[in-house]
């Protein structure tokens, strides 16, 4: 017993006395001394497979939290619903972060040297770094520019949306009549009983109105050309499904399509994230696609974010829109690019740094990227 509690693994037989098997930390059932290499293998699995799991989960954090950011800094409209945040963490997550429990081994996990227990723990600086400073940061870049984008072509201009929520405006009557030849101060029938207040994008107004309608004080130049729809034309795929005839362009229906498309890109770029944590130094190349339920959370998240932007009674629940193909299409596989180019890249600077002992043959790691991602 007290060998076993000394001994860096202490592995007892299973036909051994009870006061053995409570000072093991392994304990052979079979009565065989080979079982000790599948007992190692398959403790650094399910290690490494907890790291994986976690590093996925903890990436999307950083899209979540910075729209909120973005709100009470800059006054910039939601660009993620608390609502959304939800049907990402319990739906589109669920399902690809428990299947990384199934993941297969890497080709060299019995050739690394054992972990330092005291220092390399299962959350540590160098994974809370990959998932929020590099992988989550660009998650966000890829909800913003989908969300700024889908703005902008609905005739929102970014640099408009900064302060817009604390801006000012005028509330027309019931009588008044805008005049689009005006955008700066609409017509004369702007008369003498309006006044000012804050524009509520998602509850108080119709989304029969204009709102340059509301912000007279931006001027024309605040407001971009509308690119899929103007009030008397476009094709039926970029009108709102609920209200018959109701314009997306310059009205607060342009923001559900923004915050559709910013829901969508996340889900793309996870895609990458999900196939970046199937490992924590190889290729892709080299582990593959072998793991079923990885590709079935691939399929089930990318089914789900259709379901609930395309299924119209989702809609009015959860205010999510049928988003056009350019607007998610364009922006979201550019920045999935992006993400797996730049963690294959990383890895192979990790591979690199590999040196092989050349006594005991195994590997050990070295290197500033080493040292500062290998999680």
Known sequence: SPAIKKADIGVAMGSGSDVAQNAADMLLLDDNFSSIVNGVEEGRLIFDNLKKSIAYTLSSNIPEISPFIMFIIFQVPLPLSTVLILCIDLG?????????????????????????SKRDHLVNLKLISFAYLQIGMVQAAAGFFTYFYILNDYGLRPATCFSLVDTLGYEPNATDVYNPS?????????????????LNWDLTLDNAFDFRL??????????ARCRWLTENEGLAWFRNSHVSGTQICFTT??????QGGYLISIVCVQWADL????????????????????????????????????????NLVLGTRPIACPHFAVPSFSFFTIIFFYDEIRKLFLR?????????????????????TYY
């Open 253 to 258: 229906e342009a923001l559900k399509y923004a």
């Open 92 to 116: 589109t997550d669920m399902v690809p972060a428990i299947s990384f429990a199934y993941e297969n081994p890497e080709l060299d996990i019995m050739e690394r040297f054992p972990r330092n």
């Open 214 to 223: 509301f912000y007279t004080s931006i001027g024309p130049e605040g407001w």
């Open 182 to 198: 005006r955008p700066d101060r609409g017509n004369s029938n702007f008369g003498d009983k309006m006044f000012e207040r804050k």
């Open 275 to 314: 196939m970046i944590c199937k490992t924590r130094n190889l290729s892709i190349s080299q582990q593959g696609m072998i793991n079923m339920n990885a590709n079935f959370g691939l399929f089930f998240e990318t089914a789900l974010v259709a379901i609930l932007s395309y299924v119209p009674f989702l």
């Open 352 to 372: 690199n740094g590999m040196v092989r002992s050349k006594h005991t043959k195994r590997i050990k790691f070295d290197g500033w990227t080493i040292r500062n």
